[in-house]
């Protein structure tokens, strides 16, 4: 009677527990989300063709540097409006430039993010705080990092000699309409062997609007 007793509480007990467990939301940290403005500059020719789902071209590899401008954004309730991020990415390793203009609890906040949008990539990642310019204007872009480089693209305009080219639902970046354009200059360094001494290169412009839900980036 006892041995009965003993495993009947025993089972309730385990059955409660279950029932805690079940009712405990799963989560990785807390909810985020940002938009704004992708700038971005790739190895290949114009047009990239990884872009369409192809391999790159004209090189083997497709090397590449992108600003993120944050026009709204929170992580958890940490406001991220205003603030940038730019990842450049090579044959050695990959790294996140933090905005310096970010307070402490942002820049930890831009870093969570920054490691999930890159996290579905095999890259080593190194985390740095820099100046970020990023410029979107009418007939091209532009995208510097102090101390480390940059590039400056002007869009491709179709036949009617005004309107730039855009491309919907590239197969790489997750926007939904990428303006295509052509570097005319793009230097850049970094402490990890990484260097890039382009130009006539492939760049794309574009809206984004991601979260901790997404299933792609890029």
Not at 15 to 31: K, R, V
Not at 38 to 50: D, K, N, S
């Amino acid at each position: 009677m006892r041995r009965q007793i003993g495993t009947a509480v025993a089972t309730l007990i385990w059955i409660a527990a279950f029932l805690s467990a079940a009712d405990t939301p799963t989560t990785t940290g807390p909810h985020w989300e940002i938009s704004g403005d992708l700038t971005e500059a790739c190895t290949c020719a114009v047009p990239c063709t990884c872009n369409f789902g192809e391999g790159p071209s004209p090189k083997h590899y497709c090397w590449s540097m992108f600003g993120l401008s944050i026009d709204k954004g929170h992580y958890g309730d940490v406001n991220l409006d205003g603030l940038h991020l730019v990842a450049a990415h090579g044959k050695k390793s990959a790294v996140w430039y933090i905005d310096n203009q970010a307070s402490p609890q942002q820049a930890t906040a831009l870093k969570t993010i920054a490691g999930k949008i890159m996290s579905a990539h095999k890259y080593q990642i190194h985390y740095e705080t820099a100046h970020i310019t990023q410029e979107v204007g009418e007939k091209g872009n532009k995208l510097q990092v102090d101390g480390r480089g940059g590039f400056e693209a002007d869009y491709i305009t179709g036949l009617d000699g005004k309107t730039p080219v855009v491309v919907d639902n590239n197969t790489t970046w997750n926007i939904a309409k990428s303006i295509k354009g052509k570097t005319k200059e793009w230097q850049y360094h970094d402490s990890y062997g990484n260097r890039f001494n382009f130009s006539a290169t492939n760049s794309n412009q574009g809206k984004y609007d991601w979260t901790d839900q997404s299933e792609h980036y890029f």
